[in-house]
């Protein structure tokens, strides 16, 4: 059974650290990613809220990699 791990980070270079040591350690590129805000938050539209849209897909990211929904909203 496929398992998903996910971890936060307060800077993309301690991400990218931890990309390299998973590899370094056996696990293939393609089943390592990475998701991050960018710097510049443009709203996909009129009313939306820039955080609220990245939240919104990165729960959406989430639950396509199997994570229970009430899970990737925590």
Do not use: C
């Amino acid at each position: 059974m496929a398992k998903t791990a996910v971890g936060l980070f307060e800077n993309s270079g301690l991400a990218e650290e931890v990309v390299r040591d998973l590899e370094a350690t056996g696990f293939p590129k393609n089943d390592i990613r990475v998701l991050g805000e960018s710097r510049e938050m443009a709203g996909s539209g009129l009313m939306s809220t820039p955080h609220t849209d990245f939240e919104m897909a990165l729960i959406r990211d989430l639950t396509a990699f199997g994570v229970i929904e009430a899970d990737a909203e925590h």
